[in-house]
């Protein structure tokens, strides 16, 4: 059974584009929900995290959008750029459960130049 | 400091054979984590650790046995390896500390295993 489930499984923007992944959740225990940045041949990186209890988060040009009620979170990259270009996983976890992370299934973005 | 470090980073198996991969920190994290990475499916949670000498199955365990005999190594084992097994392993580690950045889970460059 997912859990998390990600759209969509792949993304193709121009340079300077705003691509949008998005992610549902159904398991409102969750409190903790992380977007996971992967380059080819790399483990996943941490790239921003939001708690429910904010319904946006900004970091440089990286944004997550949480809807509580719809349990649904998003990803905007502003300006995007070739460099960009990578597979973004979603994840959610529940604290005091050692940190076991739900991961979404995955999109991989290409940024054209 | 190395962060996590996984051994090795490509293996070839015939169906049967057994092998153990190894992941190593050093950011004395006391949660480590072994996940399998496949097409269209994400990461999936194979076993983890919450400490020395401690061990717990995740999302698919069987199959795969673990240890954690020191804080900074965590073993993956295949006893009987499958051509099902044939994927990219990934190792992870977080500290038990609560709150904002410790939430962070620190990965390894991962395994890429063949079965035949």
């Known amino acids: 059974q997912q859990q998390v489930k990600q759209s969509p499984q792949s993304l193709i923007v121009q340079k300077g584009g705003i691509p949008i992944i998005n992610c549902a959740y159904e398991?409102?225990?969750?409190?903790?929900f992380p977007w996971y940045q992967q380059f080819p041949g790399k483990g996943p990186a941490l790239l921003i995290a939001?708690?429910?209890?904010?319904s946006e988060k900004k970091e440089g040009r990286f944004t997550i959008s949480f809807n509580k009620s719809a349990k649904q979170f998003s990803l905007h990259i502003m300006d995007s750029q070739p460099g960009d270009s990578a597979t973004y996983f979603c994840a959610a976890s529940i604290s005091g459960s050692a940190r076991q992370l739900t991961f979404g299934s995955g999109t991989q973005l290409t940024v054209l130049p | 400091n190395a962060g996590v470090t996984q051994t090795p980073k490509f293996r070839v198996l015939k169906t049967g054979q057994s092998m153990t991969l190894l992941c190593a920190q050093d950011?004395?994290?006391?949660?480590m984590y072994w996940y399998r990475q496949d097409p269209g499916m994400g990461l999936r949670l194979i076993h983890y650790?919450?400490?020395?000498?401690?061990?717990a199955k995740g999302e698919v365990p069987d199959g795969y046995n673990v240890s954690r005999l020191k804080k900074q190594n965590f073993l993956l084992g295949l006893e009987s390896a499958a051509p099902s097994q044939t994927s990219v392993y990934f190792c992870?580690?977080?500290?038990?500390?609560?709150?904002?950045?410790?939430?962070?889970?620190?990965f390894g460059p991962g395994t890429r295993l063949t079965v035949l």
């Open positions: 939001i708690r429910p209890d904010v």
């Open positions: 992870a580690s977080s500290t038990r500390l609560a709150g904002g950045p410790h939430n962070e889970q620190f």
């Open positions: 950011m004395n994290h006391e949660y």
């Open positions: 398991n409102t225990a969750f409190d903790y």
């Open positions: 650790s919450v400490g020395e000498g401690t061990t």
